[in-house]
């Protein structure tokens, strides 16, 4: 992150990517030419954050209430998962990226679960780490690591954390949303305890690098307390 101190830099943070719709609503164009443009920012926000100094960027592409949409619009969004992983993974893998996915992703099509099988074996030597929260809903994930911690009699905030499907990764420092929608959205309840959070007017597809590194810079003058004074 160039001239940012070690204490200072996020080293791990979250995108509610939101605003595909209006995006395109705005233009009097179709959803799905939004959801086309939302995955185009996609692509080139990873292709540029490799020197902002990230550990891991988490996006958020699917919930599990996105089901409850037109069942039009659902086939769209996974016919473009479908795209996006066969046109982009020997990008992951020629620069060092680690795919994780996040989620019940095994609940997905049975073509796009050998997929991203797949890419996960693929970009495992990885050393900094796009996580895709796919078929995601923090609650359930809090239920999920609630009861493998009691399956073994330790019910300890630790031992949930350590069987949440971010476990292996950094703690959340940063968590953003796009299109001025103010709220978490069922999106890392736990994990953002004590994250810092940034909600920007911008809707996802008109969401660039500049931008990112715009919040970076917001964060490194923060001062984070953590429950402290």
């Known amino acids: 992150m160039g001239k940012q101190s070690e204490a200072s830099r996020a080293r791990h943070v979250a995108i509610i ?71 982009d993974l020997p990008e992951f893998v020629a620069n060092d990226v680690r795919l994780k996915i996040i989620g019940d992703w095994q609940g997905l099509a049975p073509d796009i679960v050998a997929m991203l099988e797949d890419a996960l074996e693929q970009t495992s030597g990885g050393s900094n780490t796009l996580a895709v929260a796919l078929n995601y809903g923090s609650q359930n994930e809090i239920a999920r690591a609630a009861a493998k911690a009691a ?27 796009t299109s001025g929608e103010v709220r978490l959205s069922n999106f890392l309840l736990w994990q953002s305890a004590y994250a810092e959070m940034l909600f920007v007017d911008t809707l996802w597809p008109d969401f660039k690098p500049a931008h990112l590194q715009e919040a970076l810079d917001n964060f490194a003058q923060r001062e984070r307390r953590f429950g402290g004074r």
């Open 17 to 87: 990517m939101d605003g595909n719709g209006r995006w395109a609503k705005k233009r009097a164009l179709p959803r799905a030419i939004g959801h086309q443009r939302g995955v185009e920012a996609v692509r080139e926000l990873v292709r540029n954050v490799g020197g902002m100094g990230l550990d891991c960027l988490t996006l958020y592409a699917f919930s599990s209430e996105n089901w409850k949409r037109p069942d039009e619009e659902v086939d769209d969004l996974m016919n473009l998962m479908r795209k996006f992983i066969k046109s």
């Open 151 to 177: 399956a073994i009699g330790d019910v300890t905030p630790e031992a949930i954390a350590a069987h949440l499907d971010t476990a292996d990764l950094p703690p959340l420092d940063l968590l953003i949303r």
